[in-house]
Structures are given as C-alpha cells and as structure tokens.
C-alpha cells in the first residue's frame, strides 16, 4: 500500500462541556491526549478515506519504487545470465521476442516526450498489468528449482511484491491526472509456462533466461516512462 501523508483531526464541540470550574481543565486534558495519539499515529492510520497524495508525491515514490524494481531486475538478469547462460549455444536458443511485444511503446525519449500523456499512461499500467500473471508464476517456479540460490529467490519476491506497489500507485495516479482517454485494454497475456516447467534442465534454464531478459527490458521502459510523465505533468514538460 501507499501510506498518504494528511492527517483528519477529530473535532472536540464545546458545547458538551457544562460551564462547571473542571470544564476548562477536562477540555485541556482532551486535547492533550488527542494531540499525543495524533503524534504516536502514522499519517492517515488505516489509509483514511480522505487521505490524499499531491501529484508531485504520488510521482515522486511511483518512479522511486519504478526505478528500484529495473535495478533489482537488472542485477537479477546480469547474474543468472553469468552463472547459467554461458555459451553460444545457449544463447542461440533464446527467444527474441517477448510477450509485450505487442503493445507499442516509443522508441525512443524523443518519441516518449511526444507521446500524449494519457497514451503514456495507458501504456504503463498495459505493461504491468501484462508481467501480473509471468511473475506469480516465475516466483512459483524459482522456488521449484533447487539449481537457484536463495538470494535469485528473494530478488524474484521482491520484484514481484513491488510491482504490485507499483500498479496501485499507478491507479491513484491515473485518477488524479482525469485524463479522460486512458484505455484501460491494453494487456499482453503470457503463455509460456511450460517453457518453465516441462523439458530438460536446459530447456528450462531456456525459458527462465527470456523471462529475466524479458522483465529486464519491460522495466526499464516502465521507469524511463514515468520519469517522462513526471517531468511533463509535474514539470510541465521542462525535461
């Protein structure tokens, strides 16, 4: 979840006090006790209903957690490729493409600035939402594979959990900007749970290292994206 940062302060009425000598002081020890749990309390405890991010924050944590998720998945890709896909051979079994292949993203920063912020979003949350399904089940998988140490495990956990994060962030984003032309349709389903399950070890390793080179790729895009986004609807476009 999002912790928000306002705070709702419970109002004290007045005019339940009697105008007795101990008012004053039963109003004052009140609103002492209500100040101490206020303080002893994490912003919007309980995810208040009418507790909201500005824009800038919501951005700001969306790209913070964006970019932490391409690192781990980066490292995660470089070691698996050192200590299992060594060879030619190897690579040469590689599937190229991948299963987002079909969402068209730009090419390039150029195309991404001139990429109507609605698309971009749209775009983003496609993404996202396409890599749900791949990594319930590569974190499944990974846990099956005696071959991978604990640490491949863990990172594959934690990819996972954030991604999660991220999408809901997404989702608080997109209702903040009220684009009005988010398509919410864009979605790439995956298919390829076999090549992580049946066949030989190879076979296997095959499959594990397009999905690792797959969500290294998809990441990246999904960061360069909402740094994007964050420069021109909080920024303005001063990039």
């Keep these: 979840m999002w912790p928000a940062t ?5 109002a004290v009425d007045p005019t339940c006090f009697s105008a007795g000598p101990g008012s004053l002081l039963l109003l004052l020890v009140l609103n002492l006790l209500l100040c101490k749990n206020v303080a002893a309390s994490p912003a919007c405890a309980g995810g208040a209903a009418n507790c909201r991010l500005s824009l800038q924050d919501l951005f700001t944590r969306a790209v913070a957690l964006s970019d932490n998720i391409y690192k781990v998945a980066e490292d995660t890709f470089r070691d698996f490729q050192k200590t299992y896909a060594t060879g030619q051979e190897f ?7 991948c299963h987002t292949s079909s969402i068209p993203t730009p090419a390039d920063k150029d195309q991404a600035l001139n990429t109507k912020s609605g698309t971009l979003l749209s775009t983003v949350r496609g993404l996202l939402r396409s890599w749900e399904d791949p990594l319930q089940h ?5 846990r099956d594979m005696k071959e991978f140490p604990a640490d491949l495990i863990r990172r594959v956990q934690e990819i996972e959990y954030k991604t999660h994060q991220l999408r809901e ?6 209702k903040q900007v009220e684009t009005g032309v988010v398509n919410n349709d864009i979605f ?3 298919s390829r749970l076999s090549s992580l399950q049946k066949g030989d070890k190879n ?5 594990f ?5 797959c969500l290294r790729r ?8 909402l740094k994007i986004l964050k420069c021109k609807l909080v920024h303005e476009g001063s990039c």
């Design 6 to 10: 306002s705070i709702s302060f419970t």
């Design 91 to 97: 690579i040469s079994r590689a599937i190229n493409s």
């Design 138 to 142: 590569l974190t499944t998988t990974v």
């Design 169 to 174: 962030g997404m989702e608080k984003i997109i």
């Design 188 to 190: 790439a389903a995956w």
């Design 203 to 207: 076979s296997r390793l095959v499959g």
């Design 209 to 213: 290292y397009n999905l690792f080179h």
């Design 218 to 225: 998809d990441t990246n895009k999904v960061d360069n994206f």
